[in-house]
């Protein structure tokens, strides 16, 4: 069964470190399988649209996104690349590891991934706006990257807009 695991906040040594690639072989290890039905407890439970293995405290590369929208599904990337992107806009942002703040950073309006999905297949995402920052965002965390550092105005979120942005990154209540 799947549980919810403890999200970690900027601060832990973890947040900061290149993650590790996933070795292929690994995807099918009922373990990782079982990582991956955590992370998606996780990200649902706090709530959250997207959550990288590093802010569970696994420093491995991938993560789990679900931005919940009509276009886009529910989807795990392993070693993912950015191979577009385009359109530099900025965006407001949040983080389940950074509770409570928003500010605004500059991201790619249109990108596409590519990787490998938890059957060991390779996949390619492509979208816009949110999904599109939530990609950057998430291989931000792979690479010991937190929005804070390139945030400007970074601010407690305040307005019912700025606590909707980071309600979707808010902590549970452990
Ligand atoms: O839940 C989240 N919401 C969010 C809002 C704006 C930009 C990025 C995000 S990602 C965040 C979840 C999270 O911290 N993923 O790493
Ligand atoms: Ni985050």
Redesign the pocket.
């Known amino acids: 069964m799947p549980y919810i695991r403890e999200?970690i906040q900027d601060g832990h040594p973890t947040l900061r470190k290149v993650a590790k690639k996933v070795d292929p072989k690994e995807i099918a290890d009922p373990l990782f399988q079982q990582l991956i039905d955590d992370m998606f407890e996780t990200?649902y439970a706090?709530?959250?649209?997207?959550?990288?293995a590093p802010?569970v405290n696994v420093s491995k590369r991938l993560?789990v996104m679900d931005i919940q929208d009509d276009e886009s599904e529910a989807a795990v990337v392993i070693n993912p690349k950015i191979e577009l992107a385009e359109e530099e806009i900025e965006?407001?942002?949040?983080?389940?590891?950074?509770v409570g703040y928003?500010g605004e950073i500059t991201r790619f309006n249109h990108v596409a991934v590519s990787g490998l999905d938890r059957n060991g297949n390779k996949i390619r995402l492509e979208g816009h706006g949110?999904f599109a920052?939530?990609l950057q965002?998430?291989i931000d965390?792979l690479n010991g990257v937190l929005?804070v550092d390139r945030a400007k105005n970074l601010r407690k979120a305040e307005t019912e807009e700025e606590q909707a942005?980071?309600d979707?990154?808010q902590a549970q209540a452990y």
């Open positions: 999200i990200m706090a709530p959250g649209v997207g959550l990288a802010q993560f965006m407001t942002e949040g983080c389940l590891s950074v928003v949110l920052q939530c965002h998430e965390h929005y942005i980071a979707a990154a």
